[in-house]
């Protein structure tokens, strides 16, 4: 992380402690170099710098989301768009699979903006099976589905191609997908996998600070935006595409954050997005053997997830007894280390570990030697 203080003649100094020992599932740890990008001047919204800008990142965004459609860019944190799922994509009643408490959001979310909603819930530590999901839709007329593709709850990963695929044989329904942990860490396949809207955040794996929000529509999610009365302002679907057809956003964007974007995806080509999924699947192994190891030796830890079921991205983990989440992480805090507690109803019963973004496995195996001590 980096730390701007003023020195005695009120200049702005910078120091960089030591990247790689901030291990939230979200917001994740910044390197220096992309918080620095932050200083850049501004310029106006509607010039052609900013065009320049926002069409220069396009290309690279597009190969996050593999997809060959827009990549719309909101100022705004990922419930924004978890809110513009719902308002662009459904038109009367959303069948909302639960499995976790960000996932209960979502449905939350559609229950707020009016709609009629249900609820289909799996015990938490669960994914989704596409067979009784296709028996929900066989029951009642939806129009839409809301999914969580890895659930920051619990770790666990939802099966979002199979899913894909018997959404779209109820018909004309529309999956409205948050990936906010599985962009950049996790496979997705906006378009092969035919998501018709799928959205993440900058602060989870694409290790950018807080603030904006990312989302791919296909053709039927504009079709359904288009004729959405309810769908507002803010967060209107068409004037995004409208707008990003001319290289611009509707409103003035958070362009400090855009520039750290702007560097940040340089890395990413760099690395290759299959090298990204790669480093993470490799982080998520390695936690998860450790996990088997400790209880091998006596400290029993489990993987709330099941296995093939496991998000690549962050693990849930199942303390001992006698042990609480909130005690893990502050023990871990005063040795300068930052992992999560449990979320929600697993605050106490389990603690977090955020493997994504742009750390790597030897920054993961020293968390891991000072969790051990910890837990020992
Ligand atoms: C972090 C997170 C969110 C919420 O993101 P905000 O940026 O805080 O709005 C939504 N869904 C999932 C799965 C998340 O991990």
Redesign the pocket.
């Known amino acids: 992380m980096t730390h701007a203080m003023l020195d005695s003649e009120e200049r702005i100094v910078i120091t960089r402690p030591r990247f790689g020992r901030f291990f939230l599932?979200?917001p994740t740890e910044v390197r220096a170099e992309i918080l620095e990008a932050q200083l850049r001047p501004m310029i106006g919204h509607r010039g052609k710098p900013m065009e320049q800008l926002m069409a220069e990142m396009q290309p690279a965004l597009r190969g996050v989301f593999r997809t060959g459609r827009p990549v719309y860019i909101a100022s705004s944190?990922?419930?924004?768009l978890?809110e513009a799922a719902v308002r662009n994509g459904a038109r009367r009643r959303v069948l909302a699979l639960v499995n976790g408490a960000?996932s209960e959001?979502f449905y939350q979310i559609a229950v707020a903006c009016g709609l009629e909603a249900d609820a289909l819930r799996v015990p938490l530590g669960e994914a989704h099976a596409p067979d009784r999901v296709a028996d929900a839709l066989r029951g009642r007329a939806y129009d839409a589905v809301t999914v969580?593709h890895?659930?920051?709850a619990t770790g666990v990963l939802n099966p979002i191609a199979d899913l894909a695929r018997v959404v779209h044989d109820a018909g004309d329904v529309v999956l409205l997908v948050?990936s906010?942990?599985g962009v950049a860490g996790a496979p997705v396949e906006s378009d092969g996998w035919g998501l018709d809207f799928v959205l993440t955040?900058s602060?989870?794996a694409l290790a950018l600070p807080?603030g904006l929000?990312f989302g791919v529509a296909q053709d039927a999610m504009l079709g359904r935006a288009r004729e959405a009365r309810g769908r507002g302002i803010y967060f209107d679907l068409v004037e995004f595409d409208k707008y990003l057809a001319k290289n611009q956003t509707p409103n003035t964007p958070a362009l400090s954050l855009l520039y750290a974007l702007q560097v940040q995806l340089q890395h990413i080509r760099a690395e290759g997005i299959e090298a990204r999924w790669a480093r993470h699947a490799a982080m998520a192994e390695r936690c998860w053997q450790w996990a088997d190891d400790m209880t091998q030796r006596g400290i029993p830890l489990g993987v709330l997830a099941p296995p093939g079921f496991r998000s690549p991205t962050v693990t849930c983990l199942t303390l001992p007894p006698r042990r609480t989440g909130p005690a893990v992480t502050a023990a871990l805090a005063s040795r300068g280390w930052t992992i999560g507690a449990g979320y929600g109803e697993l605050k106490d019963a389990t603690i977090r570990i955020g493997h994504m973004g742009d750390h790597t496995v030897a920054e993961l195996d020293a968390l891991l030697a000072q969790l051990a001590e910890v837990l020992a």
Do not use: H, I, N, Y
Request: glycine letters at 14%; proline letters at 10%.
């Open positions: 599932p979200g944190s990922a419930t924004g978890m960000f959001r969580v890895s659930e920051t948050d906010v942990t955040g602060q989870k807080p929000a």
